[in-house]
């Protein structure tokens, strides 16, 4: 069982801290912060620079602190908030990815609650350091905190469509 955890953390925060980089940098195919700013602002969100940076650093932060294994139930809400923004840009495209939907954040999201709920495993710094075991009630932390973030961050962050004039 540790060996899968161990699998599912590597890739899951690997995945989520590599989209962070994306946001900030020309690497993994990044288009530096000029790029990510570009995308918060074509998705309609204010904030500019500080908004990709707060974005890019939120899922770098979370995915490696995910991948180590290291605060397990803080690295999950983080990747459950960002995820989360992101659901939420894609939502009005529907489910499926081929359609730019929101099928990939909800995988990650949901991955990530999983791993609250099951804990880093026995190869993982909280185990080392020993934090471990959560309680399973994290998980309704990691989950409530996590979306709530994310749903407040595109409340606070999103600008209103321009009224149309006739």
Partial sequence: MDTGILILRLLVGLL???HGVQKVSFHLGGRGLDGGTEEFRADGFRGGVLTALAAG???IGSG???AAGFLTPLAATGAVGVMTVAATVKWRNGLWVQNDGYEYPLVLIGAAVALAATGPGAWSVDAAIGLTPFPLWWTAVVLAAGAGSGLLARLVLHRAPAPVRR
């Fill in 64 to 66: 490696l602190l995910l």
């Fill in 16 to 18: 989520v801290a590599g």
């Fill in 57 to 59: 650093g939120g899922q």
